[in-house]
């Protein structure tokens, strides 16, 4: 493999940690491990609906949630990268101060698809 493609994240993004910025809205978020490899921990709503929202069950792509699949899959992405427990996972808040999804509705989505 060259130096080149060892730099390259999942997506085929260059990896730079130090420039890149934590916004779902312009780019995905990969953490560096040992070595080339690095873990994506959250997508951009493209290319969520471009690789994945394709391989979820039909169910699952007809339900409507009040927060939107691709954050979903970013919070169950956290928990899985993070090993913590569900109730301990960072939900975003939204305007009153109130979570925009309950921990375990994550769970269940998680757990039954």
């Not at 978020?29 to 690095?38: D, F, I, M, Q």
């Not at 069950?57 to 927060?67: A, C, D, I, L």
Request: proline residues 4%; glycine residues 6%; contains cysteine.
């Amino acid at each position: 493999m060259r130096k080149d493609e060892q730099n390259r994240g999942l997506w085929g993004y260059k990896e730079n940690m130090a420039t890149q910025k934590n916004d779902s809205r312009t780019m995905s978020y990969h953490l560096t491990t040992e070595g080339s490899r690095s873990i994506l921990v959250q997508l951009r709503k493209s290319e969520f609906n471009e690789f994945i929202l394709k391989h979820l069950p039909e169910k699952m792509q007809k339900r409507h949630y009040q927060v939107p699949r691709y954050k979903i899959f970013n919070y169950i992405l956290k928990f899985l990268y993070m090993g913590c427990q569900w109730k301990m996972l960072p939900i975003e808040r939204d305007a009153t101060g109130r979570p925009g999804i309950h921990y375990s509705q994550v769970f269940r989505i998680f757990q039954f698809g």
